[in-house]
């Protein structure tokens, strides 16, 4: 199981067997901190509707970015 740290702020799909409209395996996705998720071993992304859901922490795994590549993707959205 794959439970992204409170210091990532991103993490790439790696399963998105049960949402296959909302996740893309091999995408990077930014995290919303959100502890109560977290309790209940999800994490909640801001998926391809663009909004914020909670999904299985098993379905990602976190990644650090270089800083440069993390404004760049913020610049991007």
């Known amino acids: 199981m794959h439970v992204a740290p409170q210091n990532s702020e991103f993490v790439i799909c790696v399963d998105n ?13 930014r995290i919303i901190p959100d502890d109560n998720a977290a309790k209940h071993l ?6 391809e509707s663009g909004e914020d859901y909670v999904y299985p922490a098993r ?12 404004e760049a993707i913020f610049r991007a959205a």
């Open 17 to 29: 067997t049960d949402y296959p409209a909302a996740l893309e395996r091999r995408k990077v996705y």
């Open 42 to 47: 999800l994490v909640r992304v801001i998926d």
């Open 59 to 70: 379905y990602f795994v976190p990644i650090q970015l270089p800083p440069h590549v993390q």
